[in-house]
């Protein structure tokens, strides 16, 4: 059974940081494709990041760009998501899951999913 636990989300002033962390564990996590998804409240699930099984394809949502960065370490079967100058627009519950589709932006497209850890971002 695959399992995935974020962790790392809190509460953060408008400009700050957080870090984003998420373990798999139950599957061979560095052939699969991992990806950060966010959900506000009365929005839908969106697509944030995406890293594929090397590292070496990286997607990123229009509207974090130039602020988040994806990582991976396969060694460790984690994935990570460095937010950088947040924005309150940025809050929302994180989730990270893992699939098989290289560039993958669609829930659809993944298959194991984490329960979400929730960022918040004051203005």
């Known amino acids: 059974q695959v399992q995935l636990v974020e962790s790392g989300g809190g509460l953060v002033q408008a400009g700050g940081s957080l870090r984003l962390s998420c373990a798999v564990s139950g599957s061979p996590f560095s052939t699969f494709v991992a990806g950060w998804f966010r959900q506000a409240p009365g929005k839908e699930r969106e697509f944030v990041a995406s890293?594929?099984?090397?590292?070496?394809?990286?997607y990123y949502s229009d509207s974090v760009k130039g602020r988040f960065t994806i990582s991976r370490d396969n060694a460790k079967n984690t994935v990570y998501l460095q937010m950088n100058n947040l924005k309150p627009e940025d809050t929302a519950l994180y989730y990270c899951?893992?699939?098989?589709?290289?560039?993958?932006?669609?829930?659809?497209?993944?298959?194991?999913w984490g329960q979400g850890t929730q960022v918040t971002v004051s203005s």
């Open positions: 890293i594929s099984w090397s590292g070496r394809s990286i």
């Open positions: 899951a893992t699939g098989a589709v290289v560039a993958g932006r669609r829930t659809n497209d993944y298959n194991y």
